[in-house]
């Protein structure tokens, strides 16, 4: 158990339905110092307002990236209460990607009992439209004011959150994306597996050229061979081949997906086979080709379940680009978003306890 002092509470943030992902916060924030090596002596935290944070530029984080964070959500319940999806999942990643950046590794329970306390003195945020929910975003940073790269020895770990509708558009609304064999986001014995700033600011000029061809996202293939896809920029990746629910193999190199861990678990429950293997980039284009693979989306907590209606293609950066259409229905992967959603807001239960109650 923890001490958490709590500020005053402010009303809830006003907010437009479906606001662009990630820019409207609720009010407060939680923040925990602590030491890189201290003991549980340390674990004391308070909720504060958001604007009453400093954020000084000789800190460490800001030159080397020494960081980690999380991404979950919270939902409005069906009884009206509200409730994290997978928090435990969340926590345990969190601690592993501390220890790969050589920070506190915070033990879960700690983390549990802020997430939760945090999360219910905002809940009057979470918001009640469809298709809604309030994203919980923990991070933990190097704090050192000190500009020489190497581990601090200062921490802060942080929850925020902030209101979320839809990523890419509307419900149901498909996603195009790139794929080009000079794109890199991740290597073997790197940090692919690690939810740590240098992945996504390596995926930012790809994100960008991406962009330029009318693509939401990239979908990044390995770093060896330029073959076998890993995953886009911030979602795994599935396809459908007939009863098959298909999905790169955690190899390192990709982000162990708590939603794309949720998909496997109940492809059985639709009447699907969830199959992890090696995914050749030339064999999906042949599948998809020939309609042996039907559908193909993203999968992630921001993203939920988007599906990928156009694959742009090129070899090379400066080569000619190809353009792979994919069927214009993408009817089990909106069964898997309808599902996923009942779960997550308490109409259907899960297979396990998914839901963390606040
Ligand atoms: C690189 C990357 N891959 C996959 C995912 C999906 O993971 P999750 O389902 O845990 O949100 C995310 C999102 O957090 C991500 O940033």
């Given at each position: 158990?923890?001490?958490?002092?709590?500020?005053?509470?402010?009303?809830?943030?006003?907010?437009?339905?479906?606001?662009?992902?990630?820019?409207?916060?609720?009010?407060?924030?939680?923040?925990?110092?602590?030491?890189?090596?201290?003991?549980?002596?340390?674990?004391?935290?308070?909720?504060m307002?958001?604007?009453?944070e400093?954020f000084?530029?000789t800190?460490?984080?800001?030159?080397?990236?020494?960081?980690?964070?999380?991404?979950?959500?919270?939902y409005?319940?069906?009884?009206?209460?509200?409730?994290?999806?997978?928090?435990?999942?969340?926590a345990?990643?969190?601690?592993?990607?501390?220890?790969?950046?050589?920070?506190?590794?915070?033990?879960?329970?700690?983390?549990?009992?802020?997430?939760?306390?945090?999360?219910?003195?905002?809940?009057?945020?979470?918001?009640?439209?469809?298709?809604?929910?309030?994203?919980?975003?923990?991070?933990?940073?190097?704090?050192?004011r000190?500009?020489?790269?190497?581990?601090?020895k200062?921490?802060?770990?942080?929850?925020?959150?902030?209101?979320?509708?839809?990523?890419?558009?509307?419900?149901?609304?498909?996603?195009?994306v790139m794929?080009?064999?000079?794109f890199?986001?991740?290597?073997?014995?790197?940090?692919?597996?690690?939810?740590?700033?240098?992945?996504?600011?390596?995926?930012i000029?790809?994100q960008?050229?991406?962009?330029?061809k009318?693509?939401?996202q990239?979908?990044?293939?390995?770093?060896?061979?330029h073959e076998?896809?890993d995953?886009?920029?911030?979602?795994?990746?599935?396809?459908?081949?007939?009863?098959?629910?298909?999905?790169?193999?955690?190899?390192?190199?990709?982000?162990?997906?708590?939603?794309?861990?949720?998909?496997?678990?109940?492809a059985?429950?639709?009447?699907?086979?969830?199959v992890?293997?090696?995914?050749?980039?030339?064999?999906?284009?042949?599948?998809?080709?020939?309609?042996?693979?039907?559908e193909?989306?993203a999968?992630?907590?921001?993203?939920?379940v988007?599906?990928?209606?156009?694959?742009?293609?090129?070899?090379?950066?400066?080569?000619?680009?190809?353009?792979l259409?994919?069927?214009?229905?993408?009817?089990?992967?909106?069964?898997?978003?309808?599902?996923?959603?009942?779960?997550?807001r308490?109409?259907?239960?899960?297979p396990?306890?998914?839901?963390?109650?606040?």
């Open positions: 158990m923890i001490r958490i002092t709590k500020s005053e509470k402010l009303p809830p943030v006003q907010y437009t339905p479906n606001p662009l992902f990630g820019t409207v916060f609720a009010p407060h924030v939680l923040r925990m110092d602590l030491t890189l090596d201290g003991g549980p002596a340390e674990f004391e935290a308070r909720i307002l958001l604007t009453d400093p000084p530029c800190s460490s984080v800001l030159h080397y990236g020494q960081s980690v964070f999380e991404g979950m959500k919270a409005k319940q069906k009884d009206g209460g509200v409730a994290i999806f997978r928090a435990d999942l969340h345990k990643r969190f601690r592993n990607s501390a220890k790969r950046m050589v920070l506190r590794e915070i033990p879960e329970e700690i983390f549990l009992q802020c997430l939760k306390e945090y999360t219910a003195f905002v809940a009057d945020n979470v918001p009640g439209e469809p298709d809604h929910s309030l994203y919980l975003r923990p991070l933990l940073m190097a704090a050192d000190k500009i020489k790269v190497g581990a601090a200062k921490n802060i770990f942080y929850i925020m959150s902030s209101i979320a509708g839809g990523y890419f558009g509307k419900k149901g609304e498909r996603a195009r794929v080009c064999r000079d890199v986001r991740a290597f073997p014995n790197g940090l692919g597996e690690v939810k740590t700033a240098a992945n996504y600011a390596a995926s000029w790809p960008r050229l991406a962009a330029q009318e693509c939401n990239v979908l990044f293939l390995d770093a060896v061979e076998y896809i995953e886009l920029g911030g979602m795994n990746f599935f396809a459908i081949r007939g009863k098959d629910l298909v999905t790169p193999a955690l190899n390192g190199c990709i982000l162990n997906g708590v939603t794309r861990r949720s998909l496997l678990d109940l059985p429950s639709m009447g699907l086979n969830p992890e293997t090696r995914m050749s980039f030339s064999e999906l284009r042949a599948d998809i080709e020939h309609g042996r693979i039907t193909v989306f999968c992630g907590t921001a993203a939920i988007s599906p990928i209606g156009e694959i742009y293609y090129q070899e090379k950066l400066d080569s000619h680009g190809d353009l259409r994919l069927p214009p229905e993408s009817k089990v992967a909106m069964a898997i978003y309808e599902k996923l959603g009942k779960i997550q308490g109409y259907e239960s899960a396990g306890n998914w839901l963390l109650k606040v």
